[in-house]
């Protein structure tokens, strides 16, 4: 079962889910999915590379509401239009330093008005997120540079605003998707036929944001410390057990 979802950055409650059937793609369902929530008015929707998609742009435009896309291979002409910005003559908009999980991680942001130079629509800025990391058990650093466009323009969106938001969107990896395939080994669910894949998801969806919202970050700890009560699963969701 292949599953689109769509995720609220701060909360990861999961706040529309599509099914990817085997004779389409995630790109044909980005619509689909946003269609099923009823007001991106305002709302900044942050998506993988394989969905900065023209349409998409427009799609979230006619909604009054604004993207940011990471550009990477599978627009090369696109990627090819903003390698060519003169980045090493702009300044940093913002740099932070990490250290977390045994790492070491240097992230920067420079971010500049697009006036011309790209042809994506109602693109207003353009980014360079550059990140250099390395384990603190060696001096070995490895450099990623990541390019981006958004339709946020500079008095609704900082460099650093805007490089939080990309990192909390790359955080939903392990934020919801390891939680359900590693924690809770959805890949190995043996429920495979009809809805029940879909209908499962779902539930664990529910079950994730519940347990993040009653301040559960630990998932693992909060799955043992509750698989053998379930009064306390059910009073959890507001169920009276007292009788």
């Known amino acids: ?13 999961v706040l529309s889910q599509v099914s990817v059937g085997v004779k389409t793609n995630e790109i044909t369902q980005f619509t689909t999915l946003l269609d099923h929530v009823t007001d991106l008015k ?3 929707v942050t998506a993988d590379a394989l969905h900065t998609q023209k349409g998409h742009a427009r799609y ?4 009054e509401a604004h993207y940011i896309f990471t550009v990477k291979g599978n627009q090369a002409k696109l990627l090819a239009e903003l390698e060519q910005f003169p980045w090493d003559a702009m ?9 977390k999980n045994g790492r ?5 942001v420079k971010s500049v008005t697009v006036t011309t130079g790209t042809s994506f629509p109602h693109a207003t800025q353009a980014m360079q997120i550059t990140r250099k990391s390395r384990s603190l058990n060696s001096t070995k650093w490895h450099l990623e540079t990541v390019h981006a466009l958004t339709s946020l323009p500079t008095h609704l969106a900082s460099p650093r605003e805007l490089g939080e938001r990309v990192q909390k969107h790359w955080g939903i990896e392990n934020g919801l998707h390891w939680r359900r395939d590693v924690t ?4 190995k669910s043996q429920v495979r036929t009809g809805n029940a894949p879909h209908a499962m998801a779902t539930l664990r969806n529910i079950a994730i944001s519940l347990l993040k919202n009653l301040g559960h970050s630990n ?19 507001g169920l009276d057990t007292s009788h």
């Open 60 to 63: 979230l435009h006619g909604r």
């Open 91 to 99: 300044p940093e908009g913002n740099r932070t330093i990490q250290t």
């Open 1 to 13: 079962m292949h599953l689109l979802s769509a995720i609220d950055q701060d909360s990861h409650a």
């Open 104 to 108: 070491r991680t240097i992230r920067t």
């Open 219 to 237: 998932l693992a700890k909060a799955t043992r410390k509750l698989r053998n009560h379930p009064d306390r699963v059910l009073s959890l969701i």
């Open 42 to 44: 305002g709302t900044v």
């Open 184 to 187: 809770w080994l959805e890949d």
